[in-house]
């Protein structure tokens, strides 16, 4: 059974940092690819940051690059998201996802392409 644990949400005020962490487990855990997505209130779930262990591709959302920054370990099924000049906008619960294909995925964007899911984890930037 494949298990996400997701750690590192908070509050923290606009201007500031914060690092997510995903952990994934299960005997035959091989996902191509994983990824950040986030949820806030009215609003639909959205990709944040997404990386293809082939080759270390990543993606990010537009409102996100050049402050986010994603990474991992393929071997150790982790990723992290560090978090850097948070805005307001950027409050939303934040959840890490695993590709449902293993070892190679041509699309690694699309959320419809993930079907592991972590709990969540809530991120509140304040003004």
């Known amino acids: 059974q494949v298990q996400l644990v997701e750690s590192g949400g908070g509050l923290v005020q606009a201007g500031g940092s914060l690092r997510l962490a995903c952990a994934g487990s299960?005997?035959?855990?091989?996902?191509?690819?994983m990824g950040w997505f986030r949820q806030a209130p009215g609003k639909e779930r959205e990709v944040v940051a997404t990386?293809?262990?082939?080759?270390?591709?990543?993606y990010y959302a537009d409102s996100v690059k050049g402050r986010f920054t994603i990474s991992g370990d393929n071997a150790k099924n982790t990723v992290y998201l560090q978090m850097n000049s948070l805005k307001p906008e950027d409050t939303a619960v934040y959840y890490c996802?695993?590709?449902?294909?293993?070892?190679?995925?041509?699309?690694?964007?699309?959320?419809?392409?993930?079907?592991?899911w972590g709990q969540g984890t809530q991120v509140t930037v304040s003004s």
């Open positions: 990386i293809r262990w082939s080759g270390g591709s990543t």
């Open positions: 996802a695993a590709h449902r294909l293993p070892y190679y995925c041509n699309d690694y964007v699309d959320p419809e392409m993930y079907n592991y």
């Open positions: 299960g005997r035959t855990f091989r996902p191509c690819a």
